[in-house]
């Protein structure tokens, strides 16, 4: 079974935090790519990688940036939090362009 | 117009019942499809990816209409484990680009 597993479930911070959100999957998936999830719109793509140190921007990339420095694992990073990002933060890897493979998720509150 | 569009619902149907959601696409570049479903608090996971000879597994029938650029699920004989939020997603593959693109999903609560 392919494992998408993110670094924390809940997550509270302060506003002007720098935030590090973990990524890591076990079946040497090329794409990997952050989401959030927000009610009423949906998942929205923040960043995208198809490969080793390659990155590119999705839909909604501002204040947030990533790091791809082994296959395996996508981090991103909030360099100063806000209180617009408090939302769920889904990670997910892909095979090509198909089926997408979610990890559990992280709920992260900024206050 | 949204790129993805589905009915958000919610849908309540009994236990048994047939229940059919559409989701239209608006970029006709549009090149697969997926239906993915969403349990309360948890992660998407992929339901069915739709062909264009349409697709059947189970109880649950997939259709794609690229004339009418809409994909269609069908769930038959609907169980209350089939509660849950139906994400449609598009990929959309343009020249050098390649997008999935998710609709906000539909609700469906079977009831006893």
């Known amino acids: 079974d392919v494992k998408v597993t993110q670094s924390s479930r809940y997550l509270v911070k302060r506003t002007g935090e720098k935030v590090f959100l973990e990524c890591v999957q076990d079946?040497?998936?090329?794409?990997m790519f952050w989401y959030r999830q927000d009610p009423g719109l949906g998942l929205r793509l923040i960043y995208f990688?198809?490969?080793?140190?390659?990155?590119e921007k999705g839909d909604i990339p501002e204040g947030y940036s990533v790091s791809r420095e082994k296959k395996e694992r996508f981090s991103l990073i909030l360099e100063s939090a806000s209180t617009n990002q408090t939302s769920m933060y889904l990670c997910a890897s892909s095979s090509g362009i198909h089926e997408q493979y979610f990890g559990p998720g992280t709920r992260l509150t900024v206050t | 117009r949204k790129e993805v569009e589905q009915d958000p619902g919610p849908f309540n149907v009994p236990e048994g019942a047939t229940v059919a959601f559409n989701c239209t696409y608006s970029n006709s570049a549009s090149q697969s499809f997926f239906w993915y479903r969403q349990d309360c608090r948890k992660e998407p996971k992929l339901l069915m990816s739709?062909?264009?000879?349409?697709n059947e597994d189970g109880r649950f029938t997939a259709q794609l209409n690229r004339a009418s650029q809409y994909i269609s699920l069908l769930i038959r004989d609907s169980k209350l484990s089939d509660s849950a939020t139906y994400l449609c997603?598009?990929?959309?593959?343009?020249?050098?680009?390649?997008?999935?693109?998710w609709g906000l999903g539909t609700s469906l609560a079977v009831n006893p």
């Open positions: 079946m040497d998936h090329e794409n």
């Open positions: 739709v062909y264009s000879s349409g």
């Open positions: 990688s198809y490969d080793v140190k390659m990155k």
């Open positions: 997603v598009v990929n959309v593959n343009a020249g050098n680009n390649r997008k999935l693109i």
